[in-house]
């Protein structure tokens, strides 16, 4: 079947799943494989469960017409979401970096869905599944589209780029993330600056933070850049506070404000100030922007304020590397808590560069005077320190529990696979 006949029967049935257990009636269902998992092998469950038809690349699971043979499952599903964006005259905002891009990504959306029909990556579904499932949830009358990009390894953008075929584009930042797949900050650089390379052939628009030297050479070529900033960009801001949630004066002439976000840390003012930026760019009243960001409030363990009787957290556990990890740190040191309490969890996928990396992250910890500073697993387990460690964020939180703080700070962070979050359940 071509990928015009499929897109005719996804026209009349445009709902997409590749899980059974969260199928609907009349959805499509994509029988992915994976390396301990074979989707085809559901294609009659989800039949029975309602599905309209079952795209399957087995023969051997052909019930009947409703099972759809294709070569392979995902490249279908890849090939039917280019073809559904290949519909639409729209800008499509394609998003990647190192650090906070879920979070710019959500207040971008939360910026323009004010006076567009926005349509945005769901959670971080933002790699070769995600990505296609976001897009072909796209319905006609959208008007913008945010896509976010995740990767770990080189050409993963490049890849991404020709499925959502992006017409404006953000790289948050480069960082020490996925180190071992990108072999070290040169292969992030080139790996994220794919996507400026993507742009830059299709002469699209990118929107480019103006206090990152290095993506002046990584942008160099692109003729249509929007800047923003603390310096000499388009969009001009400052950090006016950040005890404890950040605010951020806007000093770009006729677009002077104060923007009191419900984020924690100065690391998240280039991204505030990105939506600011794309939100402007678009047309929409400064006035708008600023009541957007301000009721954005974050979520999923992501720079979230919480407090617990007489004690003040911030949970930042969704993920960790080794560039935002010293950046939570240093704002916590810098602001004016009390009785201060480190637990960070081990960073993943450093590769050969994992244990100098958390060497780093202690030596950091050892320039400031802290209550406690706990560790937990990974290659903080090697690592030489006088501070308390455990093996898994439960065992933490059982020392957690056994001290009953009071009027005290916590900075919670590590990457999701520490799962740091379960220390205050």
């Not at 003012?269 to 954005?296: L, W």
């Not at 590769?351 to 706990?374: A, P, T």
């Not at 387990?381 to 093996?391: A, M």
């Amino acid at each position: 079947m071509s990928i015009e006949q499929l897109y005719d029967i996804y026209l009349q049935y445009p709902h997409v799943q590749t899980d059974t257990r969260k199928l609907k009636q009349g959805d499509i269902y994509f029988a992915l494989k994976g390396e301990n998992f074979n989707g085809n092998q559901f294609a009659k469950q989800a039949l029975e469960a309602g599905a309209s038809y079952a795209v399957i690349d087995e023969p051997a699971y052909q019930l009947n017409d409703q099972c759809i043979l294709v070569e392979d499952v995902l490249s279908s599903m890849q090939q039917l979401a280019c073809h559904h964006r290949k519909q639409f005259n729209i800008p499509f905002i394609a998003i990647t970096g190192s650090n906070g891009k879920t979070t710019t990504k959500e207040l971008m959306h939360a910026v323009l869905s004010s006076t567009y029909k926005t349509s945005a990556t769901e959670g971080n579904l933002n790699n070769h599944i995600g990505i296609p499932l976001t897009i072909l949830k796209i319905k006609k009358d959208t008007e913008i589209a945010i896509i976010e990009m995740g990767a770990n390894h080189q050409k993963e953008i490049e890849g991404y780029c020709k499925i959502a075929l992006p017409t404006h584009a953000i790289i948050n930042n480069c960082g020490k993330a996925h180190l071992e797949g990108f072999g070290g900050i040169e292969g992030v650089r080139k790996g994220k600056g794919e996507l400026f390379d993507y742009i830059r052939e299709i002469n699209g628009i990118i929107f480019r933070n103006i206090d990152l030297d290095y993506l002046i050479s990584m942008s160099s070529g692109i003729d249509q850049q929007i800047t923003y900033g603390s310096t000499t960009a388009d969009y001009r801001g400052i950090i006016e506070s950040n005890e404890p949630l950040l605010n951020v004066a806007i000093t770009t002439p006729k677009l002077e404000c104060i923007i009191r976000t419900q984020l924690v840390g100065e690391y998240n003012f280039p991204n505030v100030m990105a939506a600011v930026a794309i939100g402007s760019y678009f047309n929409i009243p400064i006035e708008t922007i600023q009541k957007s960001i301000e009721h954005y409030s974050p979520s999923n363990s992501r720079s979230q304020l919480i407090v617990q009787g007489s004690n003040t957290i911030i949970l930042d556990a969704y993920n960790a590397n080794p560039t935002s990890m010293a950046a939570a740190i240093r704002n916590f040191r810098n602001a004016d808590y009390p009785n201060k309490v480190v637990m960070i969890g081990a960073m993943m996928e450093l590769g050969e560069e994992g244990q100098h990396e958390h060497q780093q992250i202690i030596s950091l910890l050892e320039e400031s005077n802290w209550n406690y500073v706990v560790l937990v697993g990974g290659d903080f387990k090697n690592c030489q320190h006088s501070f308390i460690y455990f093996n898994t964020s439960l065992e933490a939180s059982v020392w957690y529990i056994s001290k009953s703080f009071e009027h005290t700070s916590f900075l919670i962070k590590g990457s999701r696979a520490m799962a740091m979050e379960k220390v205050l359940q």
